[in-house]
């Protein structure tokens, strides 16, 4: 039977389940999620070849990928990988305003993000199945166009010669389960994302019993915090959602809710 391997950032990896969830419980495969908040499309190649390295994709193996912002700086360090999300992130713990003043520049992050994505593209062709972007591939995370020289677009031209066109769709959302001020889309955003973008792609289309599933979860989940007028407490959430996933009701969730670190996991000698 075939495996689904899953990369991106936090929009195919959070703390609730995401499109990846869904497409893993939907089509009952089993699912190796690599997404990684706050990673970028060069950690998301280097995790393509790790997954590789530890699982050994075959032939019959299945890849999906949601490509992130093009401006994010990824690193591995002290056994893990140090995600921040975009460089002009202010919430970053990383002050990166004096290394984009001594170092960033537009067409940098062009050539590593399309080198990363083509590169992905010619090794692992026969095992793509789906890929798309959760941002529109030259602008940063303020929506802002990065560059419209006429040096930036031959740069651009040049690469993107090398790829069939990847979709990209809006993934950032206002307020999931109507309360908190997040980003990300809550599981229902995701299904919405999975039934209307990624499966029409694939001609697939999803089970009556998935989307009875994710809406089970979305109650449950909208449930415990409406019980709470000023409810905005993650740290309360994560346990609930980990409490949920154990239990009998939705125990055969928990399956497609994990992350994978096989370069955290190494036995050290």
């Not at 409810?231 to 399956?255: A, G, I, M, V, W």
Request: charged share 25%.
């Amino acid at each position: 039977m075939s495996r689904l391997f899953t990369f991106g950032c936090s929009f195919t990896q959070y703390m609730w389940p995401t499109w990846a969830t869904i497409v893993g419980y939907d089509l009952q495969k089993e699912l190796f999620n690599f997404g990684l908040a706050g990673l970028g499309n060069v950690g998301i190649y280097h995790r393509i070849i790790e997954a590789d390295i530890k699982y050994k994709f075959t032939p019959e193996d299945k890849i999906m990928i949601l490509w992130t912002s093009f401006s994010r700086e990824d690193r591995f360090s002290n056994g893990h990988w140090e995600t921040c999300g975009s460089v002009f992130n202010d919430g970053s713990k990383y002050n990166y305003r004096r290394w984009i003043k001594d170092h960033w520049s537009m067409q940098n992050d062009l050539v590593k993000n399309m080198t990363a994505i083509i590169s992905v593209n010619k090794m692992y062709k026969d095992n793509i199945m789906w890929q798309g972007h959760s941002f529109a591939p030259h602008v940063n995370e303020a929506n802002n166009i990065y560059d419209d020289s006429k040096e930036y677009n031959a740069i651009k031209n040049f690469y993107e010669s090398q790829l069939d066109e990847i979709p990209w769709e809006i993934f950032e959302t206002v307020k999931p389960f109507k309360k908190f001020q997040d980003s990300h889309p809550d599981p229902l955003g995701h299904l919405d994302k999975v039934q209307n973008w990624i499966y029409p792609a694939l001609d697939l289309q999803l089970k009556d019993s998935t989307i009875a599933e994710f809406h089970k979860l979305q109650r449950s989940v909208q449930e415990y915090i409406d019980r709470d007028n000023n409810f905005n407490d993650y740290d309360k959430l994560y346990k609930r959602l980990q409490e949920l996933f154990q239990s009998p009701r939705f125990q055969p969730l928990s399956e497609y809710h994990k992350v994978r670190h096989p370069l955290e996991d190494l036995e050290l000698a």
